[in-house]
């Protein structure tokens, strides 16, 4: 006879409580029921809970809110304080910031300054002004060389590393690089000083600070002669002469075999360099060979 605890409703009817109390008490005696009764203990223990995840999404929020710290670096004011100077440094960068134009090797540059003065540069050379503060300063930091046509009745000052020239309704050049500086007047009258010493030159005069001293000279010329591609001197150190060629014709000359005291008068063209070369050193005796295509090295003969 099949026992009655064997059939497949039993245990269903057993953990629900199904089974009359002689079918209970015949199971207790039975050596199957301490082994069904721990299976029965073990999955009391197994309950799984119901996921509310409505529940569990506020639980989260509340959490994050409760555990989040919003720490301020700066007190609300410093911000304020911040902005007001960051507009101030923007408006005195604009303000300050000047007005430059430059030349590059065998170039020229026509700039017309805020009160229509013009001026030109020549080769390899720069000015800068503010134009911003025209009105109240009128300087114009030039490097380099610099033709000025100022118009009648307009005033400013031309500085420079080696000195400055002051203008009244004038034409005039400034050259002033390493340890030239030098002026020359095509109308009106200009004045130049350095290091202490001054000069009024006018129309038809140019001077020229050497030696710790101004030298002068007279010419009959309406303009430069490089506007016209040709650079011309008087009785210039030749170390002037040979700046001249390199900014033109952008070459390197080495003169430390040559007396440093040589002094050039003429011109040479900007449209040539061998024919350039050949007017400035045959008259002086020097040699002159091309090391590479771009430097040259002087040899007196």
């Not at 409703?9 to 199904?18: E, I, M």
């Not at 020549?122 to 380099?144: H, K, P, Q």
């Not at 060979?289 to 771009?294: H, L, M, R």
Request: net charge negative; charged share 25%; glycine share 4%.
């Amino acid at each position: 006879m099949e026992k009655f605890y064997t059939t497949d409703d039993f245990l269903a009817k057993w953990s629900s409580g199904d089974l009359s109390e002689e079918q209970k008490e015949a199971f207790r005696q039975t050596d199957d029921y301490k082994y069904y009764a721990a299976i029965l203990e073990g999955t009391d223990l197994l309950e799984v809970p119901v996921f509310d995840k409505d529940k569990n999404f506020d639980r989260v929020q509340q959490k994050m809110s409760a555990d989040t710290k919003v720490i301020q670096l700066f007190p609300k004011w410093a911000y304020a304080v911040a902005a007001s100077v960051a507009m101030l440094i923007g408006f005195v960068f604009l303000m300050s910031q000047n007005t430059s134009y430059e030349t590059g090797y065998g170039g020229q540059l026509a700039v017309t300054l805020p009160e229509q003065s013009e001026v030109i540069l020549n080769a390899d050379s720069s000015l800068e002004f503010d134009e911003n503060d025209w009105e109240t300063e009128r300087t114009i930091v030039l490097e380099g060389e610099a033709y000025f046509k100022v118009k009648k009745g307009a005033t400013f000052t031309v500085q420079t590393d080696q000195g400055t020239v002051t203008v009244l309704g004038t034409q005039f050049t400034v050259n002033a690089e390493n340890s030239i500086f030098e002026a020359v007047c095509f109308e009106g009258k200009v004045r130049v000083e350095k290091d202490g010493q001054s000069e009024v030159i006018t129309k038809g005069k140019a001077v020229r600070f050497i030696d710790g001293k101004f030298e002068s000279w007279s010419f009959n010329t309406d303009a430069p002669s490089w506007l016209q591609e040709e650079s011309s001197f008087t009785n210039a150190p030749l170390d002037q002469v040979i700046m001249a060629l390199e900014k033109q014709f952008d070459i390197q000359i080495n003169a430390a075999a040559l007396d440093n005291t040589l002094r050039f008068t003429g011109s040479f063209t900007h449209t040539d360099l061998n024919k350039a070369l050949r007017t400035v050193f045959e008259p002086l005796e020097i040699k002159y060979t091309f090391k590479n295509e771009n430097t040259i090295v002087l040899v007196k003969e």
